[in-house]
């Protein structure tokens, strides 16, 4: 059993996703911070360098209903206590609407939407018992915002936003706080992945040129996006905050451009999008526009 009885100790935190990137950055940040950290995700082999006195690693795949259960249950027999669950893993299913499978866009809802929401409902009574504890969902900035090529990510993450509010609602009342973290576009293995998806959907002619397009804003982000640290000091922030606002985003161009989306019409709005695709692709091959004009 974990003592958080120290005075050293502040707490215990579940980061899903702990695997790499964002989740793996935040676990080490909240260890460091005298937090215990139950880091979870699917490749156990890339998590051997968090194993150590404050970080317990476990398997997790988010979309089966039994390793979820299998989590909890072990996390139960660790810890009296689970102050913290950051619910981070997932992934970006990218390429055109009309070229991305329906197994695909279910794949892309059972990992950031449904696998999510298992496990939050399997953590809420701990919570509820403990009449205490935050829950920090980790949507993106293109929860609030469509851009092309991303439209069933998108739309998971504006899901997650629609449950994140709901839920703040309704479990304010134990003590729970719900926090959505809002990313911009960031170094991590997030941006291969979802080239990987939008090769797989490029079937369709008609969409070659913006598919060659959308790979070079997603290598782009692997240039110029923030590390992954910056998100999990937004994150530590909100896990330390007693009362944490229901919303941070970062880096700077997030909040930025969550804030043109607040200002601009549609058609404003869509114009900086294209302006913005167009920037990235010139960023990574300076010759080739294959966005038309
Ligand atoms: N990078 C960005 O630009 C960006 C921007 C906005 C929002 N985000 C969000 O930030 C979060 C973290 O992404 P990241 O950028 O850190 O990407 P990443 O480096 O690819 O990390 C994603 C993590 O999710 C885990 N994961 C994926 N599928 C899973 C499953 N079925 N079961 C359990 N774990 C699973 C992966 O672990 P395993 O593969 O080992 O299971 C990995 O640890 C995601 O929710 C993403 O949507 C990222």
Redesign the pocket.
Known sequence: MINTSQPSDRGCVLV?????????ATAKRLAVAGYHVFA????LE?MTDLQSDRITVLP????KEESVRSLVETISTQTERLDVLIN?????SHGALEAVSLEEARYQFE??VF?LMHLTQLILPIMRQQRGGKIIN?????GKVSVPMSGW?SAS?HVLEALSDALRLEVQQFGIKVVVI??????????D?AAERVNKASSIDAYQSWTEAWIKVLNS?NQT?AE?EV?AEAITKAVKTKNPRSRYAAPFESKFFLFLKWLLSDRLFDRVVLSEIKKRQKLVSPSISPIAE
């Open positions: 899903t996703g702990a695997s790499s990137g964002i989740g793996k979870a995700a699917r490749r890339k997790l795949d988010i979309t981070n893993a997932g992934y970006g990992v950031n696998g980790v949507s993106s900035m293109i990510y993450k809002e990313p911009g576009a960031i170094k991590t293995e997030f941006n992945i982000s996006g992954p998100i």
